[in-house]
């Protein structure tokens, strides 16, 4: 995506670096709220799917190092995760101010990590992985968690898919893949 096809409430261009973007999107004030990230952090949002985007700007400590390594949301609350993976940034306020939590979680060698909703719960996986159910918890997974996007089916069948893996990993119980 172009970093000039997002426009504003008057239609005319809002360019930001969009360089390595992730977004996510949650109920917010009675719609939606979708926020992209990007390698200097939040750069904009929406309430109404795009038409238009805002500016959005992310005043928490520390940001230092690498960027965004990608916006995960559920139940109002978006979870930004840091690229050395020690912190997670949450804002339960559609991003107007953001607190940041202590994660602890290690970066897959040669991969980047991964954020999905499994249940109720937020997981980040990679060399090690955590999930929580509220962005400011954290307890530890299993050591073989696959570092992946997971989704789960209505009966709790895991699937697991990795752009650094060539195949697709499988799950009933979360433990054994």
């Not at 020690?86 to 040669?110: I, K, M, N, Q, Y």
Request: charged content about 25%; proline content about 5%; hydrophobic content about 35%.
């Amino acid at each position: 995506m172009s970093a000039y096809d997002f426009k504003d409430e008057k239609g005319e261009r809002l360019k930001r670096n969009l360089q390595h973007p992730s977004l996510a999107a949650t109920a917010w004030n009675g719609g939606k709220r979708v926020i992209v990230v990007a390698d200097d952090g939040p750069v904009i949002f929406s309430d109404d799917l795009g038409r238009p985007w805002q500016p959005l700007r992310l005043d928490v400590q520390p940001w230092e190092g690498s960027g965004a390594q990608g916006i995960i949301a559920k139940d109002g609350v978006f979870l930004i995760l840091k690229g050395d993976g020690r912190s997670v940034f949450r804002s339960a306020d559609g991003g107007v101010t953001w607190t940041s939590h202590e994660l602890g979680v290690e970066r897959p060698e040669g991969r980047s990590f991964s954020l999905s909703i499994v249940g109720d719960e937020f997981w980040i996986a990679g060399r090690t992985s955590k999930a929580s159910k509220d962005g400011i918890t954290w307890r530890s997974l299993p050591a073989g968690t696959p570092s992946g996007r997971i989704a789960v089916s209505d009966k709790g069948t895991m699937i697991c898919v990795s752009r650094s893996r060539n195949n697709i990993l499988r799950s009933t119980d979360g433990q054994t893949w």
